[in-house]
């Protein structure tokens, strides 16, 4: 964890390093638009995950920069909940979001006609803090 903190920080600051006050002011701006996002996500991630033994509800990054994989694990995913495979026993909701970069918006305007899919910027924070709760509590995900 440490060696990743390490190279997380020297990363940033080469880039500030090469790219000046400009990357800097960017990098403060944005780092301004996500903390009230996670700081949302907090709470709204306790109560998902107290939820849980009667609710499931999944979140799943849509690998939208490729097209192969945008189309082809997407249609899977659509394929195996027809066939009633991998399907939980309980209530359940998969809710989707799509990585920044998008390959094809017409493909992703299709699959939003099929899929629950919600904005990156408030689904990421809150699938990230799952996953924080889930290894710190010993839960499963």
Same mark, same amino acid.
């Given at each position: 964890?440490?060696?990743?903190?390490?190279?997380?920080?020297?990363? &940033?600051? +080469?880039?500030?390093?090469?790219?000046? !006050?400009?990357?800097?002011?960017?990098?403060?701006?944005?780092?301004?638009? !996500?903390?009230?996002?996670?700081?949302?996500?907090?709470?709204?991630?306790? !109560?998902?995950?107290?939820?849980?033994?009667?609710?499931?509800?999944?979140?799943?990054?849509?690998? #939208?920069?490729? !097209?192969? &994989?945008? #189309?082809?694990?997407?249609? +899977?995913?659509?394929?195996?909940?027809?066939?009633?495979?991998?399907?939980?026993? %309980?209530?359940?909701?998969?809710?989707?979001?799509?990585?920044?970069?998008?390959?094809? %918006?017409?493909?992703?305007?299709?699959?939003?006609?099929? +899929?629950?899919?919600?904005?990156?910027?408030?689904?990421?924070?809150? &699938?990230?803090?799952?996953?924080?709760?889930?290894?710190?509590?010993?839960?499963? %995900?």
């Amino acid at each position: 964890m440490v060696i990743n903190l390490n190279k997380f920080l020297n990363k &940033h600051y +080469l880039q500030i390093k090469k790219g000046g !006050i400009r990357v800097l002011f960017i990098k403060f701006f944005s780092l301004l638009l !996500i903390i009230p996002s996670y700081l949302i996500s907090i709470p709204i991630s306790l !109560i998902i995950i107290i939820i849980k033994p009667l609710v499931l509800i999944r979140f799943k990054e849509l690998h #939208s920069s490729r !097209i192969g &994989h945008f #189309s082809a694990d997407t249609e +899977l995913y659509c394929c195996e909940k027809d066939a009633k495979i991998n399907l939980p026993n %309980k209530i359940y909701k998969d809710i989707f979001y799509f990585k920044k970069f998008v390959c094809n %918006k017409f493909l992703a305007k299709m699959w939003k006609r099929k +899929l629950i899919i919600l904005p990156n910027w408030l689904l990421k924070p809150l &699938h990230n803090m799952i996953i924080i709760y889930c290894k710190l509590f010993n839960l499963k %995900k």
